[in-house]
């Protein structure tokens, strides 16, 4: 079958790989389509540990093509798969932090993903959807769950001002969330006119361009401000923008070794929640009913469809201006 391998860090290529054969309650499954994120360029470039060689693609989705003994799935069902396999078994597991399990592993880092023609995957992780649902969807179920994710932290109140900060695909799916958990104003700050623009059609009451507008006195008093852009100048805004006792969830992921200056006095007075979100713990069956639903709307943030062949050259270059989400269709 074909795959994209990475075998060292910055070696990518399609090549020819053996078809997995599934064992003890597993499912091989053939790839609908398969997101291309941000995290797939920082596992090609080293700056996000990964397992090589590996097969790429962390959101995916697909057709059970054979079954492996004990499994419960059945041949032809239409499955989106959560990527992150936990043991289910730590203190940490068992009590909920399941992105926290020691023995954590993902499908498209550390084992085979699915930027291939199948893959080989745990009955644990296999959640069935519809099987008319269009394939492109099954690639939002991944990070729509990351995105739930920061919502289930937010702890949203109907009535409630948001603000984003980022209009990629994170920033937009929370656009939708938010809209649809009854907020009152939602406010998108993207530096992209199209990504604005894209905000205003699915739910954003007001955009705003952080290059002409200073971002710190156009908003005030958010309730929940969500940082999807993972920058530290954004984790900064976040925390003027966001009235007393609110709370600033962080979903953006800045370098590793980012740091910036704090205020602890003002954190202190004005009992500001700064909340990191992390994978997708116990959201992807919620993501994938959602997606089912047909309330979001998914195609409007799809940028590029392209086969296998196609994926390398997304890769290697920097995501074009206004695009938000790229998937593979094997
Ligand atoms: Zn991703
Ligand atoms: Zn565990």
Same mark, same amino acid.
């Given at each position: 079958?074909?795959?994209?391998?990475?075998?060292?860090?910055?070696?990518?290529?399609?090549?020819?790989?053996?078809?997995?054969?599934?064992?003890?309650?597993?499912?091989?499954?053939?790839?609908?389509?398969?997101?291309?994120?941000? @995290?797939?360029?920082?596992?090609?470039?080293?700056?996000?540990?990964?397992?090589?060689?590996?097969?790429?693609?962390?959101?995916?989705?697909?057709?059970?093509?054979?079954?492996?003994?004990?499994?419960?799935?059945?041949?032809?069902?239409?499955?989106?798969?959560?990527?992150?396999?936990?043991?289910?078994?730590?203190?940490?597991?068992?009590?909920?932090?399941?992105?926290?399990?020691?023995?954590?592993?993902?499908?498209?880092?550390?084992?085979?993903?699915?930027?291939?023609?199948?893959?080989? @995957?745990?009955?644990?992780?296999?959640?069935?959807?519809?099987?008319?649902?269009?394939?492109?969807? =099954?690639?939002?179920?991944?990070?729509?769950?990351?995105?739930?994710?920061?919502?289930?932290?937010?702890?949203?109140?109907?009535?409630?001002?948001?603000?984003?900060?980022?209009?990629?695909?994170?920033?937009? =799916?929370?656009?939708?969330?938010?809209?649809?958990?009854?907020?009152?104003?939602?406010?998108?700050?993207?530096?992209?006119?199209?990504?604005?623009?894209?905000?205003?059609?699915?739910?954003?009451?007001?955009?705003?361009?952080?290059?002409?507008?200073?971002?710190?006195?156009?908003?005030?008093?958010?309730?929940?401000?969500?940082?999807?852009?993972?920058?530290?100048? @954004?984790?900064?805004?976040?925390?003027?923008?966001?009235?007393?006792?609110?709370?600033?969830?962080?979903?953006?992921? @800045?370098?590793?070794?980012?740091?910036?200056?704090?205020?602890?006095?003002?954190?202190?007075?004005?009992?500001?929640?700064?909340?990191?979100?992390?994978?997708?713990?116990?959201?992807?069956?919620?993501?994938?009913?959602?997606?089912?639903?047909?309330?979001?709307?998914?195609?409007?943030?799809?940028?590029?469809?392209?086969? =296998?062949?196609?994926?390398?050259?997304? =890769?290697?270059?920097?995501?074009?201006?206004?695009?938000?989400?790229?998937?593979?269709?094997?």
């Amino acid at each position: 079958m074909k795959a994209v391998v990475l075998s060292t860090v910055d070696n990518l290529a399609l090549a020819d790989v053996k078809k997995p054969k599934p064992g003890s309650k597993e499912c091989l499954v053939k790839v609908l389509a398969c997101g291309i994120c941000g @995290t797939d360029r920082h596992i090609y470039h080293g700056e996000y540990p990964s397992a090589k060689p590996v097969i790429l693609g962390h959101e995916f989705g697909g057709v059970i093509e054979e079954v492996g003994p004990g499994s419960k799935f059945q041949v032809g069902q239409v499955v989106s798969v959560d990527p992150n396999i936990v043991c289910g078994k730590c203190l940490d597991c068992k009590e909920g932090r399941t992105a926290f399990c020691p023995d954590l592993t993902a499908l498209g880092v550390n084992i085979n993903g699915g930027l291939a023609e199948y893959v080989l @995957t745990p009955d644990s992780q296999i959640y069935p959807v519809r099987n008319d649902l269009n394939p492109l969807h =099954l690639a939002f179920i991944e990070p729509l769950a990351c995105s739930i994710r920061g919502l289930d932290l937010a702890n949203l109140k109907g009535g409630e001002k948001v603000a984003i900060l980022g209009g990629g695909v994170i920033g937009l =799916l929370v656009v939708q969330l938010a809209k649809l958990a009854g907020a009152s104003e939602i406010v998108l700050v993207t530096r992209q006119k199209f990504r604005r623009d894209v905000a205003l059609k699915i739910g954003a009451t007001r955009v705003i361009d952080p290059i002409n507008e200073n971002v710190d006195t156009a908003i005030t008093n958010m309730d929940v401000t969500f940082e999807c852009a993972g920058s530290v100048e @954004t984790f900064k805004q976040s925390q003027k923008i966001t009235r007393r006792g609110g709370s600033v969830i962080v979903l953006g992921l @800045t370098a590793s070794d980012a740091t910036l200056e704090v205020n602890p006095f003002n954190i202190v007075v004005n009992e500001l929640r700064i909340q990191g979100s992390f994978l997708n713990p116990l959201t992807q069956a919620r993501a994938a009913e959602l997606v089912e639903s047909g309330k979001l709307n998914l195609d409007i943030l799809i940028s590029k469809v392209v086969d =296998l062949s196609g994926v390398k050259a997304i =890769l290697d270059a920097p995501p074009a201006e206004g695009d938000i989400k790229y998937i593979a269709c094997p």
